[in-house]
């Protein structure tokens, strides 16, 4: 019988969807995918679409979903984009209509503000002082 997921994690960046699926994973009635963040549903984002590794529902589950069944109730599928994409939810429930979602948000305000300290030290925000790269979005907003 194949594997086919009914639990899905949506949440924005930095909210905790990564320790949360960690501790997913510890249950013994639920076994996650073999890669966080596949992004499959996510058809209307396009750059997505493009990098994704598997293009059709046959693909994903046999990359990521290809081991044996055991006693397990729930299997696992969690991406921050499923809560931006428009269509995500949409095309779980109609891969499978029996699929629970467990949704993580978090305060917008704590949120950038951790979000912009993860962008700077990973070298892709250049401004270090979060009051003035917020400052800097209609700058930035009006540049390509």
Known sequence: ?????????????KCGTT????????????KWSKHKE???FCKDIKILYKLSKAKNTKD???????FKKKDYKYFGDGSPFYLYSNVAV????????NSKFIVLIR???????TLHNMLAFEGREKEKNFI???????IR???K
């Open 90 to 97: 949409r095309n779980i429930i109609k891969f499978n209509p």
């Open 107 to 113: 305060n917008p305000i704590s949120m950038a503000f």
């Open 132 to 138: 003035k790269a917020w400052k800097l979005q209609k």
């Open 1 to 13: 019988m194949q594997v086919r997921p009914n639990l899905f994690l949506i949440g924005g960046p």
């Open 60 to 66: 994903y589950l046999k990359r990521y979903y290809n």
């Open 19 to 30: 320790a949360f699926v960690s501790l997913l994973k510890q249950h013994s009635k639920i």
């Open 38 to 40: 596949i992004d499959f």
């Open 141 to 143: 907003k009006k540049s």
